[in-house]
């Protein structure tokens, strides 16, 4: 009996663990590879990321997740967090555009980047059932993250990138937002 203790508190620590190391798992985004249509209730988003700059890592990504305007903070936690993420070489190179399929509603630049945002935190708008562009992400010299919003020269790359990406993309909707908060997941 006394072995059996100890094994059933081994195996519920393990579990407590492997729940932990689990943590962020359950993400309501999804990649589009090669762009898509929004569904009634869901929204499309698209970005492009660069390297510009020396990035001393494996690779380059930019994340840019779900945001609630009411409590100026992103949504989720470690068990849900809606985000997604557009990773590139981190070489110097051309702007690689990424399309996600998301829940309508706002999304920010991450906290969880690994590079600061250089100027104001903006939240942009993803209405159900449209195709929205965010801008391109330009990792710099100086080590920030500059956000180019033109979509105008930026749609030549974009349909290259995307071929079945809806034709009715739009410039999302900007507006000023407050700078969000980290979570901490720990077990």
């Not at 698209?46 to 840019?64: D, E, K, N, T």
């Not at 809606?82 to 690689?96: I, L, S």
């Amino acid at each position: 009996m006394s072995t059996t203790v100890p094994r059933l508190l081994r195996s519920a620590l393990l579990a407590c663990a492997a729940l932990a190391g689990a943590a962020c798992t359950l993400n309501a985004a999804r990649p589009l590879p090669a762009g898509g249509r929004p569904a009634a209730d869901r929204a499309v988003i698209v970005y492009g990321v660069q390297v510009a700059g020396h990035w001393p890592h494996a690779g380059y990504a930019v994340q840019v997740a779900h945001y609630d305007p009411g409590r100026q903070n992103i949504t989720g936690d470690c068990w849900r967090f809606t985000r997604t993420e557009g990773r590139v070489a981190p070489e110097p190179g051309a702007v690689a555009y990424f399309a996600f399929d998301v829940p309508p509603g706002h999304y920010v630049y991450s906290p969880f980047n690994g590079a600061p945002l250089a100027g104001p935190v903006i939240a942009f708008a993803a209405p159900a059932g449209r195709s929205v562009y965010i801008g391109h992400f330009t990792y710099g010299m100086d080590g920030q993250v500059s956000l180019d919003r033109a979509l105008g020269p930026a749609r030549d790359g974009i349909r290259r990138a995307l071929p079945g990406l809806d034709e009715g993309l739009a410039l999302a909707q900007a507006s000023p937002a407050a700078r969000p908060r980290p979570f901490l997941c720990t077990p």
